[in-house]
């Protein structure tokens, strides 16, 4: 269940592991595009065991800005760990999710929050990406069969930048891996989704947590699961509920 202590309008979600070198000038955009947008907002960084220097930064980078909140797991439990831990903490009522990797532009955050009213889910779509080839021909593959499989007309599904209401996220259950697919699993709740284009910039520092295998092995697995979770979901309208009370 999604925790709500303090109220704000938005809440950013984001996992980390082992990007030191991104999280300051990450940190200096977000604070710049939050501003502007001029409403309540707080950071929530998941830091998912990283060994490097990230989690000193963020504690340091909390230490001077109270809109930024730091968790801290004991190990590496992955990415999609880390959006639910994001996700309960959260007090926002619209909740945004993005990589620390400085490859999600913070500034398509206005244009997500734009949609949100109208829809329950706004997915970024990266329609110039900024990758290696092999990544992106890898990722191209990945979405066809994952909407052919699916039956979605996601885009872009792997792209972290995505717009949720808080009451989407409220009764999903997680499962790993599961993170690439929360569009479908807030679908199959009722929640309405659309998708916009959203610019996407290459790696400046640090290396990808992810490669072919576990990109579309892994992946190929969860699809499955979500399949048989949509066929076999129920299906049910009560058109009426008989209820006499015998009188004593």
């Known amino acids: 269940m999604i925790t709500n202590m303090t109220h704000k309008d938005i809440s950013i979600v984001i996992p980390v592991y082992n990007e030191q070198d991104n999280l300051k000038p990450l940190i200096s955009e977000l604070q710049e595009v939050l501003r502007d947008v001029g409403r309540p907002y707080e950071i929530v960084f998941v830091d998912d065991g990283s060994c490097d220097h990230s989690l000193k930064i963020l504690k340091n980078a909390?230490?001077?800005?109270?809109?930024?909140?730091?968790?801290?797991?004991?190990?590496?439990?992955?990415?999609?760990?880390a959006f639910d831990a994001g996700f309960r903490a959260a007090r926002g009522e619209i909740i945004i999710t993005m990589d620390a990797d400085l490859q999600n532009d913070p500034h398509a955050i206005p244009r997500l929050l734009k949609k949100i009213g109208k829809y329950d889910v706004v997915c970024g779509w990266r329609h110039k990406r900024k990758d290696p080839w092999i990544k992106i021909i890898s990722s191209k593959i990945a979405n066809f069969v994952r909407n052919m499989l699916s039956q979605e007309e996601i885009v872009d599904t792997g792209c972290s930048l995505k717009a949720f209401r808080r009451e989407c996220l409220q009764t999903v259950k997680l499962f790993n891996g599961m993170h690439r697919f929360l569009p479908t699993l807030v679908k199959m709740?009722?929640?309405?989704?659309?998708?916009?284009?959203?610019?996407?910039?290459?790696?400046?520092?640090?290396?990808?947590?992810?490669?072919?295998?576990?990109?579309?092995?892994?992946a190929f697995i969860d699809l499955l699961a979500v399949r048989w979770m949509k066929r076999r979901r129920l299906n049910y309208e009560i058109e009426e509920i008989i209820d006499e009370q015998s009188d004593d």
Not at 62 to 81: E, L
């Open 62 to 81: 909390a230490s001077y800005d109270p809109q930024i909140r730091v968790i801290r797991f004991k190990k590496n439990a992955g990415q999609t760990a």
């Open 189 to 218: 709740e009722g929640f309405t989704v659309t998708q916009v284009k959203v610019n996407h910039r290459p790696r400046r520092f640090g290396t990808t947590k992810y490669n072919i295998r576990n990109r579309m092995v892994r």
